[in-house]
Each structure stands twice: as C-alpha cells, then as structure tokens.
C-alpha cells in the first residue's frame, strides 16, 4: 500500500512563487514514477508534471513549461513541484500521483496512488 500527502498549497497573489511537497510511504519509493496533477471543479484532472525514477527525465504540460519544476528525492521519499510566476489560472487542488508502471506520464489513469490532494488559490 502507497501513501501520499500532499502539503505547501495555499493563497498568493499572482506572480509569486509556492512549493508543493508530497511525502510517500513506499518501501521502495525509488522505483515509483511520480507525477503531479491538477483538478477545478467540473473539469478532468490535468497533468502537470512528472518525473522517472532517478529524478530524469522531467515531463511538463505546456501551460506550466518554464514556470514549474518537478523534482524528486528519493532519500526523503519526498515529491517536489516548485510553481513559479504563478497564474490564475493555475487555481486548483494539486494532487500528488505515484505507479511502478506508467504508460502516459501525464493522463490520470495511468496512475493507481494518489494523495488527498492540497488547494493552490492564485489571486490578480
């Protein structure tokens, strides 16, 4: 069983910076490829970033490419996205994904483990 929490969301104002961590239970943490996503209300879940065992390669959507970084260390068992230049419209509960196996690194239903998720609010 894989446990994931997710924490670091809260409410800024657009153009600052956040870091989302997500802490894993995975005996073999190192082994998981890891993803994050995003979902608002009434919408899919999106991917945004994700990242392979070793910490490369990096995987972004396109609406975050430049802005966030994905990153991993598998000695803390921790999940990082560091959001810079942070948008409205990247308001949304952030959630934290992890599989042994994945075939599309940024569809949802590629992964089985998932965190309960934090909020990202950013303000004009």
């Known amino acids: 069983q894989v446990q994931l929490v997710e924490s670091g969301g809260g409410s800024v104002q657009a153009g600052e910076s956040l870091r989302l961590s997500c802490e894993t239970s995975a005996y073999y943490y190192k082994n998981y490829f890891m993803g994050w996503f995003r979902q608002v209300p009434g919408k899919e879940r999106e991917g945004v970033a994700a990242v392979w065992r070793g910490g490369s390669p990096t995987y972004y959507a396109d609406s975050v490419k430049g802005r966030f970084t994905i990153s991993r260390d598998n000695a803390k068992n921790t999940l990082y996205l560091q959001m810079n230049s942070l948008k409205p419209e990247d308001t949304a509960m952030y959630y934290c994904?992890?599989?042994?196996?994945?075939?599309?690194?940024?569809?949802?239903?590629?992964?089985?483990?998932w965190g309960q998720g934090t909020q990202v609010t950013v303000s004009s």
């Open positions: 994904a992890a599989d042994l196996r994945v075939q599309d690194v940024l569809r949802a239903s590629s992964y089985n483990f």
